[in-house]
């Protein structure tokens, strides 16, 4: 099996003013999405599973702070996973992983009564 993982920036919410700073990224509302490249579902797709979530930023220090113009999705992942940490994000993959797993070789199946 392999999977490919993929951050989604779903929106940030700002802070609007922060001390001398404007639109102060506080907050991330993200989607961590899992592709499966090797297995398909009925219709031909490839399996995915993903995760949704929001995560606090540290704003206590805004030293190098990047004004709101200029942040790109690349640096919101940085701030993301930084804030996330290496031990949730991989429990996240792992549970996502999980999720493809069953979709391969279910344990429960839905079936409808034909009367």
């Known amino acids: 099996m392999a999977i490919n993982y993929t951050w989604q920036i779903n929106a940030v919410d700002v802070y609007p003013t922060l001390d001398t700073n404007t ?11 899992a592709e ?3 297995n398909q579902d009925a219709r031909g797709k490839n399996l995915k599973a993903g995760n949704d979530g ?6 206590t220090s805004l030293t190098d702070f990047i004004d709101f113009d200029s942040v790109t999705n690349t640096q919101v992942i940085t701030w993301l996973e930084t804030s996330l940490g290496n031990d949730f994000i991989v429990a996240t993959k792992d549970m996502l992983q999980k999720d493809i797993e069953s979709q391969i070789t279910p344990t429960s199946v839905v079936k409808t009564l034909n009367s």
């Open 36 to 38: 499966d490249t090797e």
């Open 23 to 33: 639109n102060v990224i506080h907050n991330v509302r993200w989607r961590l999405e």
């Open 54 to 59: 929001n995560v606090a930023l540290d704003t």
